[in-house]
């Protein structure tokens, strides 16, 4: 008997090494371990045996049994790799083939600019206010101390509309009407930035718009001095621009503000860039919209937001940011 | 407004570099726009003589000129501008010269032709930016002598000035020389010239009467006799021609030396030319006319003021042009010098009526000094004593209205409250001093100023106006810098904070931002079908730019065109912006509001749709509904309108192809359009929590038989009503035209998932909810239960 086992687990071995898949194993298994099988036949022998047999073949059975197990268990498990592989490889993917240049959409640089402005004075504190684009002659001047016929009305080039009175309705030519707007919607203490669409009457070209954006800072408070709107653009500038820049104010002059200045800044080259103009709020324009310039003191100021969005890009054509060509658009 | 070193010089011992000295005057508020040293580095650029022109035989722009250098040689040159005649001296830079702006002369060909030299511009040699053409040099000169010789020049410094609108008093070199020395710290002396008195006294030859004292503040003549007219001293000329005014006669250039300098326009009229011998000041009658030294007759309004003569006949236009009638000639022996002070807001709209502007205009309509004619006359006697003219004695000074200069009250605490400085009385009183202001302490011992304003600074009138004073003179520069604390929470509005989710979510869908001009051609809007009434600009530049949009479809039509004309397809885009309408009923301002648009070309209404259901989602307003129906300039048949809880908030669909047509627009657009202000104005966010079900969900699907006219949306909103709080999820998962579907129906397949929150649905609950749904859509809609 002994002899015909060993060869049995040498046969089996080889029966299990033969099966080529995992179809193939189990019928190889059903074969070895199943009911018909040389192990089970034997086993079901072992009862006509004396005892001491019985020991001695069990055992031999037992072993047989459990070296096919192994046996089977170690090609299960080489020909699952092997399937497993196989199915892998047959699911591989040249993934440069699929990249296809799948898009999400572009904000307008304009936009872009606005937002990072607006992120900045909120951190600062500021809220952001807006008003209508088609303006009355009293928010965009009259209540900005111009007196009518004022020779510093012909400063802006405005486009009027045919609403109401001839004269009476106009595109605003800056966003400082959103100031008076401001004040006579809510006392002090008001800090807020306006950022807007303006309009002037200018023939396109790289530097000029008939439509163009400007951002508008109001700050009305008790106490309110020259020294604050000086370290509120110096603030800015160094948290816009960044901190090797630097800014300066110069004299000027604008109905709506007194002491008025030009804002500079200084650019980390030494040259200067004049970005805006800015001042303390007029008397005049706090008592048009109800406040008491004895009680309450403020300051403006005003800029381009276009032009920053063309320095920060390196963008040399105004023109470009109202195109809307896509191969402009999609490069912010 | 240009000044010269060496002019301001005369004023004031300044000192500094140039570089430091612009400084200076930017940070004074008279920004340096430009710096140029003029009158140096002119060497090789010699006098000579025009010999021969002739065309340019390949050449339409140049010609070619023969010039003698001074060696007896006809040397050729090229030359750009056609202004000289035979016989002219002009200045030649010769071969080997460095011009002052580092361009080198050499000889070289210009198409074809040998150029041996270059002749000058004014420009070219720094005498002033204002000339075309080659300087012809008038008077005697050697051919060959040096051009600096020739003219008398010297090297010297050219500011050009911005001047504030505010600031009336820098419109003349010893105002901006004021303004220096105050910062500089050195003492300005003005000149008090006294020029000898001879002959009959003006008083008995000319009389003045001012018919408008509002019109006319102060109208003053005196008169020169003795005059020649002929050239002006080299020097005089040499400066009015690098300040930008072409030298006329001796007569006429003092005149404007006199202005540039003191800033006091003055006219001159040829005595024996006034009629009636006298002047007065009026204003024009309708419809009266003059004619103007430019040679033109100007029809005048009786807003407009006139000089008229003893005839009163009109003779010029006040304070803007003389009239040819009195203009000084060559046989004038005796010259009126009229000193005058017009309202600035009369010169103001008659210039601006009557599209003329003069040098001495622009100083009346921002306010010049009503006392500095006396100071003026002085000075125009002297300059023009030079060639021989003699002052007679007497002044005809006649005054109208003038503004009034009171006591200002200026309190320390305010000017250091308002600049955040520390400055005292007397500091502050020594600023106003040094530029002419009169500041005294008000009463004995009081902190505050009494400040009396020069009459040249019309702008200053309040204390505010005083305070921008010693901030300009103290400079800006020393204020310390300070910064506020907001005494107030930052932030975005609820609005603005959901615009940006609107744009977030767009961009998300891969759409890209445009933004197109908001102005129209006329017709735009009714090429796009929609109502052609739109807001319309009065005063456009252009016809192209003059109806103000009433939707974002025009321009980004435009746009989709503007891409395809570069072969650029299938653009996704979208725009947040204004559109404007006429108001409903009278109101102050139009109406006006901001609009989201969505535009996919080459994509359709479906794809329009998906991307109002992300935007609904993004903003968590999904109690919306598409309700079929067109509006002006969409798909007629692929078109809905969005309700939002019942508000119409826009449409969604595709643009009607004819607009596409009109616009040239090739491909199939989908199109939504929202009004933005609307949509966010209405209950969205904010939904309660719900807690997630942890028993199981029980799927069923429906499918429904109906007609093309029932909505889909109608049948799910049906649903959702009939199966009630035990439904969590639908979804129209399929639609299916054809047989065994009869022709003109539809079938339209929903799942739906009934999930409770507190037990395990039985089957029974499930049917029930099932037949309930069933009942409802066959119950209310022309729809059948497919088996």
């Known amino acids: 008997m002994t002899p015909d086992l060993d060869q049995h687990l040498a046969d089996a071995a080889t029966a299990i090494e033969a099966a080529v898949d995992l179809d193939a194993l189990r019928t190889v298994d059903a074969d070895l371990l199943g009911k018909q099988s040389v192990v089970t036949t034997a086993r079901k022998a072992l009862g006509a045996m004396d005892v001491e047999e019985r020991k001695v073949v069990g055992r031999l059975l037992n072993e047989v049994r459990s070296g096919i197990q192994e046996r089977l268990e170690a090609r299960r498990t080489e020909l699952e790799t092997a399937a497993r592989s196989e199915q892998l490889e047959s699911e591989r993917l040249d993934l440069t083939e699929l990249d296809r240049g799948r898009r999400l959409g572009h904000r307008h640089v304009v936009t872009r600019t606005w937002e990072r402005l607006e992120d900045l004075f909120v951190g600062m504190g500021y809220t952001v206010s807006e008003g209508p684009e088609i303006e009355d002659e009293w928010h965009n001047f009259g209540a900005l101390n111009f007196p009518p016929d004022h020779p510093a009305r012909d400063m802006y080039d405005t486009l009027y509309v045919d609403h109401g009175e001839p004269g009476s309705t106009l595109l605003r030519t800056h966003t400082s009407p959103v100031q008076i707007r401001v004040m006579e919607a809510g006392g002090p203490p008001i800090y807020s930035i306006m950022p807007g669409r303006v309009f002037r009457s200018d023939t396109a070209d790289s530097t000029h718009m008939p439509v163009f954006h400007q951002l508008e800072g109001l700050v009305v408070d008790r106490g309110i001095t020259f020294g604050d709107l000086a370290g509120t653009l110096e603030a800015f500038t160094r948290a816009y621009f960044g901190g090797d820049f630097t800014s300066r104010l110069r004299p000027s002059y604008f109905p709506f503000t007194e002491p008025s200045a030009e804002f500079d800044i200084r650019r980390p080259d030494g040259t200067w860039l004049e970005l805006g103009g800015c001042g303390m709020v007029h008397p005049n324009v706090l008592t048009a919209c109800g406040l008491d310039p004895e009680e309450w003191s403020g300051f403006a100021f005003g800029f381009g937001l276009d032009r920053l969005a063309l320095m920060r890009h390196g963008i040399d054509d105004l023109r470009e940011l109202f195109r809307n060509d896509r191969r402009f658009l999609e490069q912010f | 407004m240009k000044v010269l070193l060496s002019w301001l010089s005369e004023f004031a011992p300044f000192v500094g570099t140039p570089d430091e000295i612009g400084d200076q005057l930017s940070g004074l508020g008279l920004a340096v726009e430009n710096m140029v040293a003029i009158g140096g580095g002119l060497d090789g650029i010699v006098v000579a003589r025009v010999l021969d022109l002739r065309p340019h035989p390949d050449a339409d722009r140049i010609q070619l000129v023969n010039v003698d250098a001074g060696d007896g040689e006809a040397l050729q040159v090229c030359c750009g501008a056609f202004n000289m005649t035979v016989g002219d001296l002009v200045p030649f830079a010769t071969l080997g010269t460095t011009m002052p702006n580092g361009m080198q002369i050499g000889r070289r060909k210009m198409r074809g032709e040998w150029s041996n030299g270059m002749l000058c511009s004014p420009e070219e040699i720094g005498l002033g930016v204002d000339q075309d053409g080659i300087l012809i040099l008038e008077g005697g000169h050697t051919v060959g002598q040096p051009v600096t010789e020739a003219l008398e020049l010297s090297p010297d410094v050219l500011f050009y000035l911005e001047v504030n609108p505010n600031r009336p ?212 006697a002297e300059l023009l004593a030079e060639t021989g003219a003699t002052l007679a004695p007497g002044v005809v000074d006649v005054r109208g209205v003038t503004p009034a200069s009171g006591t200002i009250r200026v309190r320390t605490s305010r000017v250091n409250s308002m600049l955040g400085t520390d400055l005292d009385r007397d500091a502050i009183a020594g600023l106003l001093n040094s530029i002419e202001f009169t500041a005294e302490p008000a009463g004995e011992g009081g902190a505050d100023l009494d400040v009396i304003v020069p009459s040249f600074r019309p702008d200053s009138s309040t204390e505010i106006d005083v305070v921008e004073e010693v901030a300009r003179i103290h400079g800006y520069h020393r204020i310390p810098r300070t910064l506020p604390r907001s005494a107030i929470t930052g932030g975005l509005t609820p609005y603005q904070a959901d615009r940006r989710v609107v744009r977030t979510a767009m961009v998300g869908l891969g759409l890209d931002e445009v933004m197109p001009v908001p102005f129209l051609a006329p017709g735009d809007l009714e090429r796009a079908g929609l109502d052609p009434d739109g807001v319309t600009v009065t005063n456009p530049l252009v016809a192209e730019e003059s109806v103000m949009r009433a939707s974002l479809r025009p321009g980004i039509l435009k746009t989709l065109a503007y891409n395809a004309s570069h072969r650029i397809h299938g653009l996704g885009v979208f725009e947040v912006g204004h559109v404007y309408r006429r108001p409903a009923e009278t109101q102050t301002l139009p109406e006006e509001r901001e609009h989201l648009a969505v535009a996919l070309a080459g994509r359709d209404a479906g794809a329009a749709v998906e991307v109002f259901s992300a935007l609904a989602d993004a903003l968590d307003a999904r109690d919306y509904r598409l309700v079929a129906g067109t509006t002006p300039g969409m798909h007629p048949t692929r078109t809905a309108r969005i309700e939002v809880g019942g508000v119409v908030v826009g449409h969604v669909g595709e643009v009607d192809p004819g607009v596409l047509e009109a616009f040239g627009v090739g491909e199939r657009v989908g199109w939504l359009e929202l009004d933005l202000e609307t949509l ?39 649903l959702t009503a009939a199966a009630g709080d035990l439904l969590v999820d639908l979804a129209l998962f399929d639609v299916f035209r054809g047989a065994p579907v009869a022709d003109g129906r539809r079938s339209l397949a929903f799942t739906l998932r009934f999930q409770a929150a507190d037990r395990t649905l039985t089957d029974a609950e499930v049917a029930e909810v099932r037949q309930r749904c069933i009942d409802a859509v066959q119950g209310s809609l022309p729809a059948t239960l497919r088996g």
């Open chain 2, 169 to 380: 008093d820098a419109m003349c070199v010893a105002g901006v020389a004021r303004d220096l020395a105050a910062r500089q710290g050195v003492p300005f002396t003005r000149p008090d010239p006294s020029p000898q008195e001879v002959g009959a006294d003006a008083a008995g030859r000319v009389a003045v009467e001012i018919l408008d004292k509002d019109l006319c503040g102060r109208f003053m003549v005196r008169i020169l006799d003795g005059i020649t007219v002929g050239p002006s001293p080299k020097w005089m000329a040499n400066r009015l021609t690098a300040l930008g005014m072409r030298p006329i006669n001796n007569v006429v250039d003092a005149s404007n030396y006199v202005m540039l300098e003191l800033g006091q326009p003055s006219h001159t009229y040829d005595l024996d030319a006034v009629q009636g011998g006298a002047l007065r000041a009026r204003r024009a009658t309708e419809a009266e006319t003059v004619a103007t030294l430019d040679e033109v007759v100007r029809t005048l309004s009786t807003k407009d003021g006139v000089i008229a003569d003893g005839h009163d006949t009109a003779i010029g236009i006040a304070g803007i042009m003389g009239g040819s009638s009195t203009e000084i000639s060559a046989s004038t022996t005796s010259v009126v010098v009229e000193m005058a002070w017009w309202d600035p807001m009369s010169i103001a709209s008659s210039a601006r009526r009557l599209g003329l502007r003069s040098e001495a205009s622009a100083r009346f309509e921002r306010g010049a000094d009503p006392e500095v004619a006396d100071l003026a006359m002085r000075r125009f």
């Open chain 2, 680 to 718: 966010l104005g209405l209950p969205h966010g904010g939904r309660p929590y719900r807690s997630v079900s942890r028993y199981p969900s029980s799927d069923i699907d429906l499918a429904f038989e109906v007609d093309e006219t029932t909505a889909a949306a109608d049948v799910g909103s049906c």
